[in-house]
């Protein structure tokens, strides 16, 4: 039992080397790969299709080598919103969501249609899906091989004076900053708690928990504007001055079998679209 | 809690003073950590052993030092103390608390241990400096008369005038005073215990020295008891009663500041070295002069060199 480990339950963001082929991919083709499956995902409003996804899903976890108790641990500190998200759906849809759909329950003035029912699921199913995908992604790319792919990717468009580079900046360094934060975060609520803070007294009552974060989040933002800064200070310092002109430690080649990623993406996405789901 | 262990004599933890004894006749230590294993990230790849079986004995009245290496455990440690981490493997008992147990008040270990993190000027989040120091005891629910009355003596304990700064805006204040903001921040919870994390660090000497000298009243006039984490031997050798050296999360040697750091050879292993006084008499010594080994700080070695010099002449 550890009710401050915070760091724990975050998976994105953080780098798992167990050297499987997707960490060897070249980071061009796994973004465009994922980009793919995450449009796959978006567009498939069907049962059955959402079970192809979560096979998928999990299908890419095992090719990550991934422990899956590990990727779905990100999970958990969004089950209270997924729990909420379903209750307002269930509550407040009622007729107004396809009032065609058969009633399937009725009780006072809440009605429960089968389409409710069903986006019901597929949201939650659609939620575990991105959870995962993101997260084999993150957990299979280094921040290194992030940028240069965000960047090389951007790179045609920087005709259109789209800034390619710092994009790239800016993604890999909101990336970097989420386990920072996370472990800011824990420092504080052991601080807080300390004090005679008392956080984390339930999990649903909404409310008082956010009333109760106050002293966690008011000094977390200090922290994070005052680390902004300081990393403005650090890039100066060294003289950084964008992207114009600048060479890459690594340089990215992409072989064949990046090439076979990015086709297997786009197979799935086109085969998720066309086939004909009866559900 | 069984009936017996509850209604017996382990002592009330928030009245403090009545602890019972042990089987030698000897008073239970306020705080006893036996044989504590800690491992961060467990069952994730990350999984890394921060304690490997610690043993730590805290009593009624003592400063207890805490010294060791970065990444030696002891900020891992000190999370145990007041029950920020309850124990998978081994036993931490406070004031008769139990801490692996799922019922144990947790609410009532943190009231009589306060602990004062690295850095804590990050934690104050309130605009004025009296409603921050208030945080704690308003969480108590304590009257506004008693409120008022804790968040004054927490105030003075550490040097801010509790009329002077009650009012101040916490964004004014220098960084000493706002270390200081958080340290009458968990004074105002009057614990019985004070945990303090590099409580000097980065501080200029005067403050450093003023805040010394207010640690040690808080011992002497208000009977705390004082746990000081810390990778500085001068500090801590100067304020501790006892010490625990940690090394790769085991204890490796304990004992009143003069044994430990007499044996400077067998500090070394650990990347530690004694308070510089100790080391300027152990090489006058090498030199083959007659001085005292044992010399903790610059005026006990100031000292011992006068005589030193006065019996040469």
């Known amino acids: ?279 | 809690m069984t009936a017996r262990d509850a209604a017996g004599d382990r002592g009330q933890p928030v009245s403090g003073g009545t602890v019972g004894r042990d089987a030698a006749g000897r008073a239970e230590p306020l705080i006893h950590v036996e044989d504590l294993w800690h491992t961060y990230m467990k069952g994730t790849p990350f999984a890394q052993t921060a304690l490997r079986g610690v043993t730590v004995e805290i009593r009624a009245g003592e400063v207890v030092g805490i010294i060791g290496h970065t990444g030696s455990g002891k900020s891992t440690l000190m999370q145990y103390l007041n029950g920020l981490l309850r124990p998978a493997r081994g036993r931490v008992r406070v004031a008769g608390h139990d801490l692996a147990r799922p019922d144990v008040d947790i609410a009532a270990v943190r009231r009589f241990v306060g602990v004062v993190f690295q850095d804590p000027e990050d934690q104050v989040f309130e605009p004025l400096v009296g409603d921050d120091v208030a945080y704690g005891p308003r969480q108590l629910g304590c009257a506004p008369a008693e409120l008022r009355e804790r968040v004054r003596w927490g105030m003075d304990a550490v040097g801010l005038p509790f009329e002077a700064f009650k009012d101040r805006y916490t964004y004014t204040l220098s960084g000493g005073e706002l270390r200081k903001t958080a340290l009458a921040g968990v004074l105002a919870m009057r614990p019985q215990v004070l945990v303090l994390d590099e409580p000097t660090s980065g501080l200029d000497p005067g403050a450093r020295r003023d805040l010394r000298e207010r640690l040690q009243a808080l011992r002497d006039r208000d009977g705390l008891t004082l746990v000081l984490v810390s990778h500085d031997m001068d500090e801590i050798a100067r304020l501790s009663d006892r010490v625990y050296v940690l090394h790769a999360g085991a204890v490796v040697a304990s004992g009143p500041p003069r044994d430990v750091f007499a044996r400077a050879d067998a500090l070394a292993p650990y990347g530690l070295m004694p308070p510089h006084a100790t080391q300027v008499c152990d090489r006058l010594r090498a030199r083959g002069l007659a001085v005292r080994a044992d010399a903790l700080t610059i005026e006990e070695a100031g000292d011992a060199i006068a005589a030193l010099l006065r019996g040469n002449r």
Not at chain 1, 234 to 255: F, H, I, K, P
Request: charged share 15%; hydrophobic share 55%.
């Open chain 1, 1 to 279: 039992m550890n009710e401050f480990e915070l760091l724990r339950n975050i998976t994105i963001g953080q780098y798992l080397p167990t050297g499987s082929c997707l960490h060897r991919l070249d980071p061009r083709a796994k973004i465009v790969a994922a980009i793919f499956v995450v449009g796959a995902v978006t567009f498939t409003p069907s049962l059955v299709g959402n079970a192809c996804l979560l096979v998928a899903c999990l299908a890419i976890v095992w090719l990550g080598r991934i422990p899956l108790s590990y990727a779905l641990r990100g999970l958990l500190p969004a089950v209270p919103l997924l729990v909420v998200l379903a209750v307002m759906q269930l509550l407040f849809f009622g007729r107004n969501y396809d009032p065609t759909s058969p009633v399937v329950f009725r009780w006072g003035w809440i009605v429960v249609t089968a389409a409710v029912l069903k986006l019901v699921v597929i949201s939650a199913a659609r939620f575990v899906e991105l959870l995962l995908v993101t997260s084999v992604f993150t957990l299979s790319t280094k921040t290194t091989e992030l940028t240069l792919g965000i960047e090389s990717l951007l790179r045609p468009l920087r005709r259109l004076r789209v800034p390619a580079h710092e994009l790239a900046l800016v993604v890999t360094i909101a990336i970097r900053f989420v386990p920072t934060l996370a472990l800011e975060a824990e420092r504080l609520m052991k601080a807080q708690a300390s004090r005679g803070g008392r956080l984390g007294a339930s999990r649903w009552r909404l409310v008082t928990r956010v009333r109760q974060l106050l002293p966690i989040l008011v000094p977390l933002f200090t922290f994070a504007l005052r680390r902004g800064e300081e990393l403005i200070v650090a890039m100066e310092a060294r003289a950084y001055t964008g992207g114009e002109g600048r060479t890459s430690y690594t340089v990215l080649r992409s072989g064949p079998g990046d090439w076979a990623a990015v086709a297997a993406g786009a197979l799935f996405l086109a085969a998720m679209l066309l086939a004909p789901f009866p559900v």
